[in-house]
């Protein structure tokens, strides 16, 4: 076996050993264990180089920052190389151990202390410290050499901290110039809404997202501030192109959910059948146009599809509305859908539906009322299926009973089904007095 395989099959023995691929992070004891098992394990050089190399890259790329950054360090000891020392504080970074950080620095200042890299990090560290001078003082000397983007974003950082959002506009608009990062141009943006100034901050974002495109976090801030003036017709084009660039299922969701809002049925149902997101949806959203006929269509291929006994009593249901004439024929139909599905289903919905019909038709009204009567045992205080129970009673001549459980919505005048009733109950029980 070769030295690297050696290296390789021992780091993987220790990896085993010290349970890194099942476990992410287990404090400061574990992490020395760590180094003390490699320290006796391994004794050449190289060797226990290429062991850290890995512990480390592996915990990194778990999300175990603070082993990463240990490890980094430990290779950084071993062979003083800038890059280690960076992958360490990256490390800590990710970790928010800002103490850390510090440390680091501190670490490889003698060698390193003019590095923008590291003192990059040292800005973060005295900003989260609080120490804003000292903060500022580093960022002034990243900017006076060949300054990049970033080192005008923490300048921007500094000053957007102090409270000083001119002078933070200022560098942020500088770094948006070197390279158009939209996280720029929101941040700008945000700071002219905070100075009442919208339409020159949307002005900027929508002349980033024609010209650079739109990516989630400028799309984001366009559609918080659309959401805030309703402007509903900015908000579809958003949700489109957001779709359109990132196909996330939920800018397709808030764009037919606005289409909803708008009763556009005809450029959801479009939408829907260009893409093929979701029958389901489409099938909500047909049933709400009451395109009945596309709607049970639609229920009927699912059901046959995939077997599913829902979309069979959905058919049902759909089958009824979708039909002018009720005629025999069509009841048959229905009912036949429903005692495939209604039992296994089992949701009051469909209870109360299939019930209504039977009772309505004069069909099997005694039938109706034992089906309704399951429905209320899962929901009890529905208006709707005390009223098909109290529509059943009537058609049996039971008018005081139906009398009784309509009473408490005798004056609710908001369903005009349900106060006909009532007036047919109350009719009922006035002729069987004389």
Same mark, same amino acid.
């Given at each position: 076996?070769?030295?690297?395989?050696?290296?390789?099959?021992?780091?993987?023995?220790?990896?085993?050993?010290?349970?890194?691929?099942?476990?992410?992070?287990?404090?400061?004891?574990?992490?020395?264990?760590?180094?003390?098992?490699?320290?006796?394990?391994?004794?050449?050089?190289?060797? *226990?180089?290429?062991?850290?190399?890995?512990?480390?890259?592996?915990?990194?790329?778990?999300?175990?920052?603070?082993?990463?950054?240990?490890?980094?360090?430990?290779?950084?000891?071993?062979?003083?190389?800038?890059?280690?020392?960076?992958?360490? =504080?990256?490390?800590?970074?990710?970790?928010?151990?800002?103490?850390?950080?510090? &440390?680091?620095?501190?670490?490889?200042?003698?060698?390193?202390?003019?590095?923008?890299?590291?003192?990059?990090?040292?800005?973060?560290?005295?900003?989260?410290?609080?120490?804003?001078?000292?903060?500022?003082?580093?960022?002034?000397?990243?900017?006076?050499?060949?300054?990049?983007?970033?080192?005008?974003?923490?300048?921007?950082?500094?000053?957007?901290?102090?409270?000083?959002?001119?002078?933070?506009?200022?560098?942020?608009?500088?770094?948006?110039?070197?390279?158009?990062?939209?996280?720029?141009?929101?941040?700008?943006?945000?700071?002219?809404?905070?100075?009442?100034?919208?339409?020159?901050?949307?002005?900027?974002?929508?002349?980033?997202?024609?010209?650079?495109?739109?990516?989630?976090?400028?799309?984001?801030?366009?559609? !918080?501030?659309?959401?805030?003036?309703?402007?509903?017709?900015?908000?579809?084009?958003?949700?489109?192109?957001?779709?359109?660039?990132?196909?996330?299922?939920?800018?397709?969701?808030?764009?037919?959910?606005?289409?909803?809002?708008?009763?556009?049925?005809?450029?959801?149902?479009?939408?829907?059948? *260009? &893409? &093929?997101?979701?029958?389901?949806?489409?099938?909500?959203?047909?049933?709400?146009?009451?395109?009945?006929?596309?709607?049970?269509?639609?229920?009927?291929?699912?059901?046959?599809?995939?077997?599913?006994?829902? %979309?069979?009593?959905?058919?049902?249901?759909?089958? %009824?509305?979708?039909?002018?004439?009720?005629?025999?024929?069509?009841?048959?139909?229905?009912?036949?859908?429903?005692?495939?599905?209604?039992?296994?289903?089992?949701?009051?919905?469909?209870?109360?539906?299939?019930?209504?019909?039977? =009772?309505?038709?004069?069909?099997?009204?005694?039938?109706?009322?034992?089906?309704?009567? !399951?429905?209320?045992?899962?929901?009890?205080?529905?208006?709707?299926?005390?009223?098909?129970?109290?529509?059943?009673?009537?058609?049996?001549?039971?008018?005081?009973?139906?009398?009784?459980?309509?009473?408490?919505?005798?004056?609710?005048?908001?369903?005009?089904?349900?106060?006909?009733?009532?007036?047919? =109950?109350?009719?009922?029980?006035?002729?069987?007095?004389?």
């Amino acid at each position: 076996m070769s030295g690297n395989n050696i290296v390789i099959a021992l780091t993987l023995t220790l990896t085993a050993l010290l349970g890194l691929t099942s476990c992410a992070k287990k404090g400061e004891a574990l992490q020395l264990q760590q180094v003390k098992i490699v320290n006796s394990a391994v004794n050449n050089k190289a060797a *226990k180089e290429d062991a850290y190399a890995l512990i480390a890259m592996d915990a990194y790329e778990r999300g175990d920052f603070k082993t990463a950054s240990l490890f980094f360090e430990k290779l950084y000891d071993l062979d003083p190389q800038k890059d280690y020392l960076t992958d360490a =504080i990256k490390a800590a970074s990710m970790d928010k151990a800002y103490s850390r950080i510090k &440390h680091l620095i501190e670490k490889g200042k003698g060698e390193f202390g003019d590095d923008k890299f590291i003192n990059r990090y040292l800005v973060a560290y005295y900003l989260d410290q609080g120490e804003i001078t000292k903060a500022r003082e580093i960022t002034r000397k990243l900017l006076q050499k060949n300054p990049q983007e970033k080192d005008y974003e923490l300048a921007a950082l500094i000053e957007k901290v102090d409270g000083n959002l001119p002078q933070a506009m200022h560098y942020f608009r500088k770094a948006y110039a070197l390279k158009h990062n939209p996280k720029m141009a929101v941040a700008i943006a945000e700071i002219l809404l905070n100075e009442q100034k919208e339409d020159q901050a949307i002005r900027l974002l929508e002349t980033h997202r024609r010209i650079y495109g739109c990516d989630k976090t400028l799309c984001s801030a366009l559609v !918080k501030i659309y959401t805030q003036k309703e402007d509903v017709a900015a908000l579809e084009q958003l949700y489109k192109e957001m779709y359109r660039t990132t196909k996330d299922p939920l800018y397709a969701r808030a764009l037919l959910e606005l289409y909803a809002y708008r009763k556009n049925y005809d450029a959801a149902i479009a939408f829907l059948r *260009k &893409h &093929h997101i979701s029958d389901d949806i489409l099938l909500d959203i047909y049933t709400a146009k009451k395109s009945y006929k596309n709607a049970y269509k639609l229920a009927l291929r699912l059901y046959k599809e995939g077997g599913d006994l829902e %979309y069979l009593a959905k058919a049902a249901i759909l089958e %009824y509305e979708g039909s002018k004439k009720k005629s025999p024929k069509l009841l048959k139909s229905v009912f036949e859908k429903f005692e495939k599905s209604v039992y296994i289903v089992d949701d009051p919905l469909y209870y109360n539906y299939y019930a209504y019909l039977l =009772i309505d038709h004069n069909v099997d009204v005694e039938k109706g009322i034992k089906l309704v009567k !399951k429905a209320l045992k899962k929901e009890p205080d529905s208006l709707f299926y005390i009223d098909t129970l109290a529509w059943g009673y009537y058609r049996l001549g039971r008018c005081e009973e139906a009398y009784k459980l309509m009473k408490p919505y005798e004056k609710d005048q908001s369903q005009p089904e349900i106060v006909e009733h009532i007036r047919k =109950i109350k009719q009922c029980i006035k002729e069987k007095k004389q």
